[in-house]
């Protein structure tokens, strides 16, 4: 299983872009990179995934290297809303409709006023 | 966008009793389905792979005789835990995936269910 990397924490000031690295050195080439975020005592919310171009949507952007072997995770203006923890999976593959998600530790982010 | 629903999102029980925990998918079809649990200040860890019309798959370590799951219909999975101690006190969240087959669509996630054994 491709195994992900993260800080265990960032802060990021209020309105400023907050930028969240991954590391996934292993992954293969028909992974994708996903990324989740996790309000206290809420379920995971789905952000955005990836497999090897960079993509963006209303929540955030991803950017990927070319080798693949690491990503960042932007939201272009952090609020305090935004403060969460923020999971980097890459998704385990065997097929069908058995391709499951692990959880790592992840990046807590504090948004700061 | 996609909705998982779980029912109850809190209970409190006695040692000893068993407590079912309902996850639907609202808007659209799940043939598979994911139960996960988390215990305080820790990551969410996967505990079974629930499958619409067959026996679950669980993960290393997790007890099958325990966690009862049933996915009777594409839009509903439920996880029954038997005999609850205090120790299985935590926060259980499933979740879903529109669609069948290899995929990339994203999983979406209920809002959890936090259990409490008394």
């Known amino acids: 299983d491709a195994k992900t990397t993260q800080p265990p924490s960032m802060d990021c000031a209020e309105g400023r872009a907050a930028n969240l690295p991954c590391n996934h050195s292993t992954i293969s080439g028909n992974e994708y990179v996903y990324w989740y975020r996790q309000i206290h005592s809420q379920g995971p919310q789905y952000i955005i995934h990836?497999?090897?171009n960079n993509e963006t949507n209303e929540m955030a952007s991803l950017i990927i290297t070319e080798d693949r072997k690491s990503s960042t995770l932007i939201l272009p203006h952090a609020t305090l809303r935004d403060t969460a923890v923020y999971y980097c999976?890459?998704?385990?593959?065997?097929?069908?409709?058995?391709?499951?998600?692990?959880f790592g530790t992840g990046t807590l982010l504090a948004v700061q006023p | 966008g996609a909705v998982v629903s779980q029912h109850p999102s809190r209970v409190i029980c006695k040692s000893g009793t068993s407590v079912k925990i309902e996850c639907r998918s609202l808007?659209?079809?799940?043939?598979?389905m994911f139960w996960y649990r988390q215990f305080p200040k820790q990551s969410l860890m996967l505990m079974a792979t629930s499958n619409e019309g067959s026996k679950a798959t669980y993960e290393q370590g997790v007890e099958k005789d325990k966690f009862l799951i049933n996915h009777a219909s594409l839009t509903l999975s439920t996880l029954t835990v038997t005999s609850a101690h205090p120790e299985d006190s935590s926060f259980y969240i499933c979740s879903a995936r529109e669609g069948t087959g290899w995929n990339n669509s994203p999983l979406h996630f209920g809002n959890g269910t936090r259990l409490t054994v008394t």
């Open positions: 990836g497999l090897k």
């Open positions: 999976i890459v998704r385990v593959a065997y097929g069908g409709a058995t391709n499951k998600l692990i």
């Open positions: 808007d659209f079809q799940a043939t598979t």
